[in-house]
């Protein structure tokens, strides 16, 4: 390797280190700020993940998928939207679960409806296009997704008992707020730098752009989720993990995918069809299942962990 080449590679290698030091600090301050956010107004845990946490942990695939659909690079667009949610329930809360069981039973309708737009989204590009329509389709169910949240929470409320003046003492949630979304651009910055990093490795290797894009950059992306999560658990906070993996799946494919097909029609790769869909799917079936079941331990995490394991088993092998 020459001098210049090794060069490159250990500049990619800063960005991957500092990366992850930016990304675990931003993800700490995110959930102790939100989680305070979310006692000031009383909002539960799980809906402070599914929508505030789960929309910027969602930035760094928008950013890459709708850039790359506007450049005319489909697989990259695609492929990162489904690679990510594999990634975030197979990896994220499977590594989550195995690290530290927690109980979370609150979240079945959620992942139900998670199931349901992952299913929508798998018939809307079986034949192999994600046109405009489709877009505007999936785009569509973001509020659909507001809909159901509120009222959720409203029904919440209702059922709860007065908590007395802790939600009514008008202590400002402004700061906590503020340091929660310097801490998400935080988050975003770290996973931009690990990106930047792996996908500059991988390409001075010579991988293949669609194997790159399932794996690597599925998992760069996914590190706001990893790290929001594994925090999320040691801190006793299960539920912002699981609202944060559910949200952000639900947003990638809404959000993400609707955007990047209404920027311009997206070319579905066969094999992303014949494979990577199917899992996708089993992800959000077998998490939905897991949630029912109300035990988030080892042998889920296991579970999980294997169904990833089979992920890279495909693209290792070329599928």
Not at 6 to 12: F, K, P
């Given at each position: 390797m020459e001098e210049r080449d090794?060069?490159?590679?250990?500049?990619?290698f800063i960005y991957l280190l500092g990366g992850f030091l930016i990304l675990l600090k931003s993800a700490e301050s995110v959930i102790d700020h939100a989680a305070l956010v979310a006692v000031k107004r009383d909002i539960s845990h799980h809906t402070i993940g599914m929508t505030l946490v789960a929309l910027v942990t969602s930035l760094p695939e928008f950013a890459i998928s709708t850039s790359s659909s506007f450049l005319g690079e489909p697989?990259?667009?695609?492929?990162?939207?489904?690679?990510s949610n594999i990634t975030n329930i197979a990896l994220v809360l499977g590594l989550s679960f195995l690290l530290k069981p927690s109980d979370h039973r609150n979240g079945y309708l959620d992942a139900l409806f998670m199931?349901?737009?992952t299913l929508v989204c798998g018939l809307l590009i079986f034949d192999g296009?994600?046109?405009?329509?489709?877009?505007?389709?999936?785009f569509l169910i973001i509020f659909v997704f507001i809909y159901l949240l509120k009222e959720k929470e409203g029904r919440r409320r209702k059922d709860e008992v007065d908590r007395g003046d802790l939600y009514k003492s008008g202590r400002?949630?402004?700061?906590?707020?503020?340091?929660?979304l310097l801490g998400m651009a935080g988050i975003w910055i770290g996973g931009w730098a690990i990106v930047k990093g792996v996908v500059g490795i991988s390409a001075h290797f010579g991988i293949a752009e669609l194997a790159i894009t399932l794996t690597v950059v599925a998992l760069g992306t996914s590190l706001p989720e990893l790290a929001t999560?594994?925090?999320?658990?040691?801190?006793?906070?299960?539920?912002i993990a699981v609202g944060t993996i559910i949200g952000s799946n639900v947003l990638n494919i809404a959000f993400v995918l609707g955007t990047a097909s209404i920027v311009k029609p997206i070319v579905v790769a066969q094999s992303v069809i014949a494979y990577y869909l199917p899992l996708m799917i089993?992800?959000?079936?077998?998490?939905?299942?897991?949630?029912?079941?109300g035990r988030l331990g080892r042998f889920e995490g296991s579970i999980l962990l294997l169904l990833y394991i089979a992920f890279l088993a495909l693209v290792g092998g070329g599928f």
């Open positions: 090794l060069l490159e590679v250990l500049i990619y697989d990259i667009a695609i492929a990162n939207v489904v690679g199931l349901t737009v296009t994600a046109s405009r329509i489709d877009g505007l389709i999936l400002s949630i402004r700061l906590d707020l503020l340091i929660s999560a594994l925090i999320a658990i040691r801190k006793e906070m299960g539920a089993l992800s959000a079936l077998l998490l939905l299942i897991i949630i029912k079941r």
